[in-house]
Each structure stands twice: as C-alpha cells, then as structure tokens.
C-alpha cells in the first residue's frame, strides 16, 4: 500500500527550538491517528503537512509529493479541521463551507450543492442558513467538518475533532468519522490527545513525545491479536485439571491467584469450548474478559519509556 | 426543495482556473458590502463631483446650453486644464481615503479574529493571493472612484475639443493614471495593514486618517521648530501631491498642485525623497501584512 505520508528524519524548528525531532515514519493506514500529550508536536505535524511550517530538515511526503516543492498541490488534495473555532462569525454556514469550496476550486453551482450535501451529511441541514456565531459548540465542530469535507479531498486532516464536545456530540462526531473511513474514498489523519478517538477511528497510531517518535502501533493488528487474549476467572473444581485440559487443546495458559486464568486460544478454536471443557472439570467460570494490551497500555509505556521511546 | 443525499461523495468534477479563484474573496466582499445602505449611498454620492465635471465640459463646448443659462460667455471663465482635473482627483482621492477607512478595517480583521486565514490558507490559495483578493476589493471600488471617472472625463473632453487637445494634455491623462493608482495602491496597503493588526474596526478606520492628518501636523510642528521643510515627508498628501504634480507638470509646476494635496510654492521637496518615503510607507504595510498573514500564529 503506498503511503499516505512518510516522514524521512523530519525536523521543523521555531528559531532555536526544536518542535519535531528527526521523525521518521511510513504511514500507510486508511486512518491514522497522532496521538500525543499537549505540546507532543501533533499540531505542529498536521500544520507542516499543510505547508504551513517549512521542514528544517528531512524529508515529509503526503500522497507522494514533497511539502517542500508541492505545498500547493498537496494542499488541493487536502481537507482540513483546525483545532480551533475558526470560520466567519457572521457568515450563515452554508454561505461559509460554499466560499471554501470554491477556494478549493470547485465552480460556483458545485461549491453551493456540495456545500448543502456537507451541511446534511453532518446533521446540520436544519441550521445551514443560520449565522456559525451562533451555533453551539457541536455544531461549529460539525461546520468544521462539512467545510473539510465539501470539497471532497483524497486527505482529511482533523486536528483534535472531538474537542469539547459533550457525549452525545462526541458519539455523533465519532460516527461521522467512522463512515468516512468506512467508505474508503479518502484517508483520515485524526489528531488527539484522547486515546479512545484514535482507538475508534483509527487503524495506525503514532504516538508523539516532546517532537519524537515514541510509539508506531497498528491497531488493526493488535485488535487482531487482542480478540485471541483472554482472561478467565473461575471457581470451584481443580484448576490445575482445568488447566491441562486447556493446554491439552492447544491453549497457552499462565495461572493467577484466587482462580485467575490468561490464556491465549488457538486460531481454530471457539470460546464455547471453554466452557465445555469448564462443565466436564466441575470449574465455573465466573467472568470471561478480552484481556487487551490496549491502546492506553502502548501510550503509557511510550510515555514512560526512557528517551520517549519503546 | 432539493432533497440532499445524507451522504459523502467525492468529487469528481472540474476544477476552476487558479486566476479564477481570485475573484471569489472579492465577489463574496461585494455582495457584504451591497448590504450596507450607508456604503451604497456614500459610493453613489461620490460620482456628484465627476457628474457635475462632466456637466461643466459639456456645457463649456455647448454654447446653447450656456444660453439657456443666460450664462453666455462663462466658457472664458472655466477652464478644462490641468487644475480642473487635479481639482477632480483631489476631491475623488479624498472620498477614497473616506471609503477605504470605512470598509478597509473590515476586510481581513475578521478573518483573524475568527482564525479564519488557517482555512482560507489550508487551500491551494496562498497567502500572496489571501492579500491580492482582499485588496482587489478595495483597489475595484477606489479605482471607479479616481481614475476611471478621470479618464472618462479627460475622453469626453477630447473627444469635444479635438484630437489636437488630447495630444496637447496627454500628461493630465497619464497624471489621472499613475497619480491616481500610486494613491489607491497605497490607501489598500495601508487599510490592510491595519485591518491585520487592529482588530476593533472603528479604531483601525480612524488610524487610517490618524496616519494622514497627525502625520501632517506633526510634519509641520517639526517644520515650525526646526525652520525647515523636510518635516513634510511625514506629511503622507504633501507626499503624493508632490508625485501628482510631477506627473501633472513635470519639473516646473505652476500650479500648487490638487486640493487636500497641496504643495505650496517654495516649500517642495525633492521628489526622490518623496518617492522614496512613499516607497517606504507601502513597504512597511507589506511587512506588517508578512507577520500577520499566516496559516497558524507561532509561538517561539
């Protein structure tokens, strides 16, 4: 699959500091997620993308093509949500996402019907006449996004698209991104310091510490590899029968205290055996969980790690 | 009703021409501005003094309608000439200052205040075009108000005395031209400069005059104290009617150059110096207008 981005020993400095240390990644995921604590360097990254910040050094590829010699045509592919409110208070929404897409080159009688499908598709149809001054915090970050998407860019940039949003909003947002990636027309880059909007929307993380590269996961994998990865807690017979009658079918068990059981299972073989094997040992198994070496295990090893590294 | 597909679908249309992209800013800009009553009314009011101009000359080449007057023999005492139309570029240069304090300040400040530029900037669009759509805007509208109605009036003037005429004052024409742009040129940079870094509008409006008239009366403080003239080159109109004049009549001007803009005899400076300190002035508003237009403010 070719990459979405690639980042060859990228370094982008203001004046002295240095906010991006010598990145170097291959991001071929259809959704990837930049993960990082505030000042990790993910704005600064999604902002060098679009041609904004001028690399220092090193190489930064988006869709094949060099920042440094084709901001420009990079940008064209582009579709960008900023953090930050940002739109013309006093424009009505529709009015706003149809000015931005005919900067980005749509024809006037294109921009306004794309302009009106985006205000649909984010579940602002009602409200597209309105001023954005007035729209609530939700709907701005729903603005944000129609006004990214409207055009229709091969990239959606999203810098932190959950921010602020109460549950309801955040779940509506979190579908939202989740269809785009689902349709496979175009690839998204999310931005957030919230390891569950990554979790949810993503395939690829990067995780950033202080400008480096902590972290490269791919979700997709470990969601794979997790699903085998189970826990176990029982009662009652012998666990020692239990467990080898376990590892006689294949399972790698490792016993805990008080009834406690990890094991990893087979490819071939289905949970409901489990509980077969539990019934003829005489072992109840009281709860049976995905023991997952989650996202948030990966971030808080990235973040202890020395040197910002794994 | 159109009935919208709740749906994304990309796009596989065509794209406009880059050239073409910049007249979206300045169309969106004018449909706003056609909303304000007080803007419509003030541009249409500033087309009274070329009217009544174009009225002069053409009653000044009709010796009937002077008759209906009973004002035969009144074409002796007006003139066509040079100060007649540096008249009409004094007064139509100052109703530009007028119109650019009123919507300059609103053309960029709004887009900072809402951090719109990241957006604009996220496009193929760049920050040059970001600026050259924005002061389109200003350059259209100060444009119909000075050179245009100028040189329509300098066409209606030969086209009634003749070609010899024309060819005889072919300096009032590129005078209306070059002395006209120089102004408005300068009167877009600086209202975007100041749209840029000042973001309440009324004050911005009010720095525009602040940088014509203050600057003036603190040229001539200087000029008062020190028994000297070099303090006009604070002095932004004894500045570009210097240039004006130059245009209008060269190295030896007779007159003491447009009204709001005038250079009293004995008081000239060279015009280099003139030029440069113009020069100067526009330079600095396209620094001020480097820092502030950016994609994302930086922090170092």
């Known amino acids: ?79 960008y ?53 007035t729209y609530s915090l939700g709907m701005k970050q729903a603005a944000k996004l129609a006004q990214a998407i409207a055009h229709g860019p091969k990239l959606l940039l999203l810098d932190e698209p959950t921010n602020g949003l109460d549950p309801p909003a955040r779940a509506r947002m979190i579908q939202l991104i989740q269809d785009i990636r689902a349709r496979g027309d175009l690839q998204l880059v999310v931005s957030s310091h919230l390891l569950r909007d990554v979790e949810e929307c993503c395939d690829q993380a990067l995780i950033l510490k202080e400008g480096r590269l902590a972290a490269f996961c791919n979700l997709e994998e470990e969601r794979k590899a997790n699903r085998r990865f189970l826990e176990l807690e029982t009662r009652g017979g012998s666990n020692g029968d239990f467990l080898a009658a376990l590892e006689q079918i294949g399972c790698q068990t490792a016993a805990g205290a008080q009834g406690r059981i990890k094991l990893i299972l087979p490819e071939e073989l289905e949970v409901r055996r489990l509980y077969e094997i539990a019934g003829r040992e005489n072992v109840q198994i009281r709860r049976l969980s995905h023991k997952r070496d989650s996202l948030e295990d990966i971030f808080l090893k990235a973040m202890e790690a020395p040197g910002g590294r794994l | ?183 408005i040129l300068l009167l877009a940079l600086l209202a975007l400069a100041l749209s840029a870094w000042v973001k309440w509008k009324p004050v911005a409006g009010g720095l525009m005059f602040g940088v014509f008239f203050v600057g003036a009366a603190f040229g001539a403080v200087i000029n008062n104290i020190q028994d000297t003239n070099w303090g006009h080159l604070l002095n932004v109109g004894f500045l570009v009617g210097s240039l004006w004049q130059h245009l209008f009549e060269g190295s030896q001007p007779t007159t003491n150059g447009a009204v709001f803009f005038r250079v009293p005899s004995g008081e000239q400076l060279p015009l280099p110096a003139c030029a440069a300190m113009l020069a100067l002035l526009a330079l600095a508003c396209l620094y001020m207008l480097a820092r502030k237009i950016r994609g994302v403010d930086v922090v170092r």
């Open chain 1, 1 to 79: 699959m070719d990459a979405v981005i690639e980042l060859d020993a990228l370094e982008v400095r203001f004046g002295a500091r240095v906010i991006l240390d010598r990145l170097t990644a291959s991001l071929t995921g259809r959704s990837i997620g930049l993960l990082g604590p505030n000042g990790a360097g993910k704005s600064t990254l999604l902002n060098t993308v679009l041609g904004f910040h001028r690399p220092f050094g090193g190489t930064l590829r988006v869709l094949g093509r060099d920042v440094r010699t084709a901001a420009r045509e990079i940008r064209s592919l582009i579709g």
């Open chain 1, 81 to 133: 949500m900023p953090e930050n409110d940002s739109f013309i208070a006093s424009m009505s929404g529709v009015r706003f996402v149809r000015l931005m897409a005919e900067l980005a080159g749509l024809p006037r009688a294109q921009a306004l019907e794309r302009a009106h499908e985006a205000f649909f598709y984010v579940g602002l149809g009602e409200v597209r006449y309105r001023a954005l001054g």
């Open chain 2, 1 to 183: 009703m159109a009935v919208y597909k709740k749906t994304y679908r990309p796009y596989q249309g065509d794209l406009t021409p880059r050239w073409r992209r910049l007249l979206v800013i300045p169309r969106y800009a004018f449909e706003d501005l056609h909303r304000s009553r007080f803007l419509n009314i003030f541009y249409l009011a500033s087309f009274i003094y070329p009217l009544i101009a174009a009225l002069i000359i053409y009653a000044v080449h009709n010796a009937s309608v002077l008759k209906l007057f009973n004002a035969e023999g009144a074409e002796r005492l007006i003139s066509i000439n040079v100060v007649f139309f540096q008249s009409l570029l004094g007064w139509q240069s100052m109703l530009a200052l007028f119109l650019a304090s009123f919507i300059g300040p609103g053309q960029i400040s709004p887009d900072l205040a809402n951090n719109a530029l990241s957006l604009y900037l996220a496009r193929p669009f760049s920050r040059v075009e970001y600026v050259a759509s924005k002061m389109a805007v200003l350059l259209v509208l100060l444009s119909l108000m000075t050179w245009i109605p100028g040189l329509l009036l300098f066409a209606l003037q030969s086209y009634l005395e003749g070609g010899s005429w024309m060819f005889d004052h072919g300096r009032i024409a590129a005078g209306l031209f070059f002395g006209s742009w120089a102004w």
